[in-house]
Every structure is written in structure tokens, then in C-alpha cells.
């Protein structure tokens, strides 16, 4: 078998496109649960946006909801707003609507610096950890059951 490696340093979007193409071919053929997660409407999208009295965006969540799991993506408040619970109130509030959706676990990513106390006191466990992620730091895979 004859071939050559070619070494980039920049964005090659059709490269890109290529390698996602083969991959979801691949797991497509290889999971069931892929290949419907490319229907329209098995990934439903959860958003949750806080405003203040002049409806400025202070914070929120994304989340998306599939294969009985919500995965959060983002959430964050603005700093004057955090301390005060509605962090604590708004995870819930999302949990529930997640629950409504089908959801029965929540996954979710976090660094050191982040927020894991703060999951970890409303039921969320570490079930992965990369150290020195940045360095000097750790990257959490953390998750919790809803039921």
C-alpha cells in the first residue's frame, strides 16, 4: 500500500468536511442512535435566557436534548448577578424542562476555574477529568440522573 502524509498549518475546510462526512458514515452504519440524530427534529434544542428590568441579556443556558439526555453547552450569568441562587434556580428550571422533553440523564463539561462545586452541590458527579487541561487546571465530564 503506497502513500504520502501532507503536513498543513492552516484551515482546510474541505479536509474538514471530508473527515466529518466518512465519520458520520461510520457511526451511522455502526449506532443506531447516530444515524437518527440526523433527523430533523431528534436533537431538540433548549434555551434558557435571563434578561434584566431593561431586557438586557444578563446569563442563560443552551442545552440540546437526545437519546434521553440533555447535554448543556453553555450557561453563564453575568458577574453582579451571580452569588444570588438564580443560577441554582435557572440549572433546575432547565432539569425540569429536559425531564418534560424525555431526558432522564444531563451531561455536562466544566474546568477547574469553572463551576464544579457548583455542580457537584445540586447532584452532578465527575465522571471524567483530563488534568493539566489547561495547564495548571482540569477539564470535567460530569453528569447526573434525573430520575
Do not use: C
Not at 461510520?26 to 435571563?50: A, C, F, M
Not at 434578561?51 to 442545552?63: L, R, S
Not at 443560577?87 to 429536559?98: I, S
Request: proline fraction near 3%; hydrophobic fraction near 35%; glycine fraction near 8%.
Amino acid at each position: 500500500m503506497d502513500y504520502q502524509v501532507e503536513v498543513l498549518l492552516e484551515k482546510h475546510d474541505d479536509f474538514t468536511t471530508f473527515l466529518n462526512t466518512k465519520i458520520r458514515e461510520y457511526n451511522d452504519e455502526h449506532s443506531p442512535y447516530h444515524k437518527n440524530t440526523r433527523q430533523k427534529g431528534s436533537v431538540r434544542p433548549l434555551n434558557l435566557i435571563v434578561n434584566d428590568h431593561q431586557q438586557q441579556w444578563i446569563g442563560g443556558i443552551t442545552a440540546e436534548v437526545y437519546w434521553g439526555w440533555v447535554e448543556i453547552n453553555k450557561f453563564w450569568f453575568s458577574k453582579e448577578y451571580r452569588g444570588k441562587g438564580i443560577g441554582g434556580k435557572l440549572l433546575a428550571k432547565a432539569e425540569e424542562a429536559a425531564k418534560q422533553m424525555g431526558a432522564t440523564k444531563a451531561l455536562l463539561t466544566t474546568y477547574d476555574f469553572q463551576a464544579r462545586t457548583f455542580y457537584e452541590a445540586r447532584g452532578y458527579q465527575v465522571v471524567g477529568e483530563i488534568k493539566d487541561y489547561p495547564p495548571g487546571s482540569s477539564y470535567y465530564t460530569m453528569v447526573k440522573h434525573l430520575i
